[in-house]
């Protein structure tokens, strides 16, 4: 149901024998936005939200309009197609599955029975989408709110999540079948004076994701790794899992590896850019600026995990050896062009 994936710049579905879309997340124009009630659509906005935000929630209200219960939320219609294909899998019929959900991304907007795990006594409107920037546009009592909704929406993803692993037990299929979770960015909650993910706001929340793997014979079940994995890395480690040689064409690694106990070629730091800033980090150190060196971030996570105490004008060498040893070294020695 990420409807981004199928853009027309996108195609993210070539490729695949069969493939499902599920329409109506976010900003798709499933629906005329002036099909969106305009009481619901105040009940899910407040007073700070820019003028971007309320369209997106327009857009979201008249694509939803429709739902009855919690089957008819995105995250347990995506689980609930993956949980039918279990259902039809045939024993001994190798298969690639993907189930891509937007959800636990904004809108947020779980049955109250999940929000009300996190929020009681609130009585305004519901911040279901944050402003990507500083955090001044939300009273702190919307703040709290929001922080329960965005609660909520994990909890309900988790669920559904969880159905459909008790699906692929049903069906037989744990014991011949990996299995790799997956995200692609954290939010800001307030954290660090920000909300959403805005590009300035490269700190651990947004930055750190989940990247896990079961192994059906559950090697190196229970383990944990510092290497610094991402994206790049998730197909070489599914053809580490069947056995299959290395693909010279790939640049990621096979983590497939690291459940066996085995080592793979060290990656001492990690670097990545978005919109105007860079990011680059070590075992040791975070740092992030502008890419013209300007507004920059130096962090400790070693005697400050959660990265609130910025060492950038004590020292500006490392500041510096990060950007050119880190950033401009991964980029081929200039982040022009």
């Known amino acids: 149901d990420t409807q981004p994936m199928f853009h027309p710049s996108m195609n993210f579905q070539r490729g695949f024998r069969v493939f ?15 099909m969106a009630p305009k009481d619901v659509v105040e009940r899910n906005i407040v007073a700070g939200n820019d003028e971007g935000m309320v369209s997106k929630v327009q857009q979201y209200v008249a694509n939803t309009r429709d739902r009855q219960g919690e089957e008819d939320f995105f995250a347990p219609r995506v689980f609930a197609r993956g949980m039918e294909f279990m259902e039809r899998s045939e024993e001994g019929q190798p298969f690639l599955l993907v189930l891509d959900s937007f959800d636990p991304h904004e809108p947020w907007d779980p049955p109250e029975e999940y929000t009300s795990m996190y929020s009681s006594g609130y009585e ?3 911040p279901i ?19 329960a909704l965005y609660a909520g929406e994990v ?19 744990l014991d011949d079948t990996a299995v790799v979770v997956i995200s692609d960015h954290g939010v800001a909650l307030g954290e660090h004076g920000f909300t959403g993910k805005p590009f300035n706001a490269l700190w651990p929340e947004l930055t750190d994701i989940p990247f896990m793997v079961r192994h059906p014979e559950g090697v190196g079940a229970g383990g944990t790794s510092d290497f610094f994995a991402s994206t790049h890395d998730v197909a070489p480690t599914i053809l580490g899992l069947l056995g299959l040689l290395p693909q010279e064409r790939m640049d990621g690694q096979y983590l497939s ?12 730091h990690f670097t990545l850019g978005y919109a105007d800033h860079v990011w680059a ?6 740092m992030f600026s502008r890419r013209d060196r300007l507004e920059p971030h130096l962090y400790d996570l070693q005697n400050d995990p959660e990265a609130k105490r910025d060492l950038a004008g004590q020292d500006p060498d490392r500041v510096r050896r990060m950007f050119e040893d880190y950033v401009l070294a991964d980029a081929g020695g200039s982040l022009d062009g």
């Open 124 to 126: 305004g409107p519901d």
């Open 257 to 268: 590896v690291l459940l066996e106990g085995g080592e793979i070629p060290a990656r001492d």
């Open 281 to 286: 980090r070590d075992d040791r150190y975070l």
């Open 155 to 173: 909890t309900m993803v988790d669920r559904w999540f969880g159905r459909f692993m008790d699906s692929m037990e049903a069906a037989g299929r």
């Open 20 to 34: 499902d879309w599920i329409r109506g997340q976010e900003r798709d124009r499933y629906r005329p936005k002036s």
């Open 129 to 147: 989408v944050p402003n990507y920037g500083g955090s001044e546009w939300i009273e702190p009592a919307e703040l709290e709110r929001m922080r």
